[in-house]
Antibody
């Protein structure tokens, strides 16, 4: 079965960076891209960006484009999301989510359990 | 960006009642070349990640009970739960993928018993 296993919770200081990992199993990795979605406490879902696991192409939401980098390691079937220059309002649960297509994200048909990132001094 | 607006913000119903959740997009998400609406619905139960229930506006995801249905076209969409069950308590989100790879979600609708 499809599984997306994310790395553990992180606590970071303002201005620091965080790198969250998402290890995929149970399907052909290159047949599906991976997106990242975050959810601040008590808030809704926010799209951050996407990586095509077939060719490595990335696309980022305008809000994050200068602070986020998504990478993929096809040898370990792991996708990474790095967010830099953390602010207090980056405190959120960060989800990786498998796209329904290899070429572009349509809808997300499998989700990781989420990684809590807390930004605190 | 395509803005997705959901209504109501929350609704409280009795077991067995019909739940109707609305989602409006700021521009059409209907692709005229394939006649598909690029819209999905997700269910998020407390403490869990979201789960897709409907995609292409009206296609039920495998394993989703048939009391869930999606309808609408263009800019106006509806998720209906025909007979509310206790396990349906959740927040429901719509999401457009017309402007893929730039996706946007609605603000969510909380369904309570």
């Amino acid at each position: 079965q499809v599984q997306l296993v994310q790395s553990g919770a992180e606590v970071k200081k303002p201005g620091a960076s965080v790198k969250v990992s998402c290890k995929a199993s149970g399907y052909t990795f290159s047949n599906h891209g991976m997106g990242w979605v975050r959810q601040a406490p008590g808030q809704g879902l926010e799209w951050m960006g996407w990586i095509n696991n077939y060719n490595g192409d990335t696309n980022y939401a305008q809000k994050f484009h200068d602070r986020v980098t998504i990478t993929t390691d096809t040898s370990t079937r792991t996708v990474y999301m790095e967010l830099r220059t953390l602010r207090y309002d980056d405190t959120a649960v960060y989800y990786c989510a498998r796209g329904s297509s290899w070429s572009t994200p349509y809808y997300m048909d499998a989700w990781g359990k989420g990684t809590t990132v807390t930004v605190s001094s | 960006d395509i803005v997705m607006t959901q209504s109501p913000d929350s609704l409280a119903l009795s077991l067995g009642e019909r739940a109707t959740i609305n989602c409006k997009s700021s521009q059409s998400v209907l692709n005229s070349s394939n006649n598909k609406n690029y819209l999905a619905w997700y269910q998020q139960k407390p403490g869990q990640p979201p789960k897709v229930v409907i995609y292409w506006a009206s296609t039920r995801e495998s394993g989703v009970p048939d009391r869930f249905s999606g309808s609408g076209s263009g800019t106006d969409f509806t998720l209906t739960i025909s007979s509310l069950q206790a396990e349906d308590v959740a927040v429901y989100y719509c999401q457009q993928y017309y402007s893929t790879p730039l996706l946007t979600f609605g603000g969510g609708t909380k369904v309570e018993i």
